[in-house]
């Protein structure tokens, strides 16, 4: 059973635009909500991360929106350059978890056109 | 080290064949973590080291995977008798373990092909 699924599986956008991919999940328990970003034969490296006491996190051109009654997440990438074309990851982290083991996403994968 | 790191890059190996995969995490951290990235798949969560004790082994496929860490640093994975459902990218990470340092420190994999 998928905990987490994300949406779209690909998206190609124009540069200069926003990009943005969603994520939903059921476990009211999840307390951290971390996007990772892969590059072709690198490993994912964190990108921008939230807890559910918020509802938006903002780190530069990267904005995590958060909707707890709905259970959702989502990334925008504003200003969308060729350099951000990469595969994205959500994840989510169960609060009573004493092994800080994420649970991903099945990925995005970008490709903004120049 | 710099960062996580993983060896070897790249392995082919024969059906049937036993492998293993070597983890180096970042000096100093004491959680390490296995997971598998098949194509175009997510992260499958393989197995959760805190120090040298292994807490979570719940994403192990199959009793042909087994893992072991020794002095708090190294890992190994084992994949015994492959198959070539086993083909896939073996990611390793590490981590502080500590609220504000649950980021995932991810090296660059080795990825295993079974003919």
């Known amino acids: 059973q998928q905990q987490v699924k994300q949406s779209p599986q690909s998206l190609i956008v124009q540069k200069g635009g926003i990009s943005i991919i969603n994520c939903a999940y059921e476990n009211t328990a999840f307390d951290y909500f971390p996007w990772y970003q892969q590059f072709p034969g690198k490993g994912p490296a964190l990108l921008i991360a939230?807890?559910?006491?918020?509802s938006e996190k903002k780190e530069g051109r990267f904005t995590i929106s958060f909707n707890k009654s709905a259970k959702q997440f989502s990334l925008h990438i504003m200003d969308s350059q060729p350099g951000d074309s990469a595969t994205y990851f959500c994840a989510v982290k169960h609060g009573s978890s004493n092994t800080g083991k994420l649970i991903f996403g099945q990925g995005t994968t970008l490709q903004v056109k120049p | 080290g710099a960062g996580v790191s993983q060896s070897p890059s790249n392995k082919v190996t024969e059906k049937g064949k036993d492998v293993e995969l070597r983890c180096d995490p970042i000096?100093?951290?004491?959680?390490l973590y296995w997971y598998r990235q098949s194509l175009g798949q997510g992260l499958e969560f393989l197995i959760y080291?805190?120090?040298?004790?292994?807490?979570?082994k719940s994403g192990l496929p199959s009793d042909r995977f087994s893992a072991e860490r020794t002095g708090g640093s190294v890992s190994t994975l084992t994949i015994q008798r492959t198959q070539q459902e086993d083909s896939a990218v073996y990611l390793c990470?590490?981590?502080?373990?500590?609220?504000?340092?649950?980021?995932?420190?991810f090296g660059s994999g080795t990825q295993l092909s079974v003919l």
């Open positions: 990470a590490s981590s502080l373990r500590r609220r504000e340092g649950e980021k995932l420190f």
């Open positions: 080291f805190q120090g040298n004790s292994a807490p979570d």
């Open positions: 000096s100093g951290h004491t959680a």
């Open positions: 939230i807890r559910p006491d918020v």
